[in-house]
């Protein structure tokens, strides 16, 4: 029984505004911005549109899969029941084995993921070309 709604975050890459792939956000109720350090000109750029400050969170740059899942689960604790959006330059299918996804055939896809991590662990709700 799932005590907590899921959080969703959207994972995207260093694109800005004028990159349809985020600007397609626009629409999106986003509850807080999230960034490795390289991404923080953009999350500050994408976080204005929503009045929102840019998080940075320099773990969210992690190599390891491991240390980068805990860092995606750390802003899921913090945000319950909201969408987030996670700018990181480190999306990629490894890592998201080590989240428990099921990835096959994911090689290549394009950004924003749609992730929802919750009591009933992580899953894939949009990855274009998925």
Same mark, same amino acid.
């Given at each position: ?15 800005g505004l ?18 490795? /350090?390289?991404? %923080?000109a953009t999350?500050?750029? $994408?976080?204005?549109?929503?009045? +929102?400050?840019?998080? !940075? =969170? ?24 909201e969408a /987030?959006?996670? %700018?990181?330059?480190?999306?990629? $299918?490894?890592?998201?084995?080590? +989240?428990?996804?099921? !990835? =096959? ?26």
């Amino acid at each position: 029984m799932t005590l907590h709604c899921p959080a969703r975050l959207l994972l995207t890459g260093g694109a800005g505004l004028d990159d349809p792939r985020v600007g397609s956000l626009a629409d999106q109720r986003i509850m807080g911005v999230y960034c490795d /350090v390289a991404g %923080v000109a953009t999350a500050t750029e $994408v976080a204005a549109r929503w009045g +929102l400050p840019a998080h !940075t =969170r320099p773990d969210l740059a992690a190599r390891e899969p491991a240390a980068l899942r805990g860092a995606l689960e750390a802003i899921a604790d913090l945000h319950r029941g909201e969408a /987030v959006l996670v %700018v990181t330059a480190h999306i990629h $299918v490894p890592t998201l084995r080590v +989240l428990a996804v099921d !990835t =096959r055939g994911s090689a290549g896809h394009d950004v924003p993921v749609e992730l929802e991590c919750g009591d009933d662990g992580w899953f894939i709700r949009s990855w274009p070309g998925l």
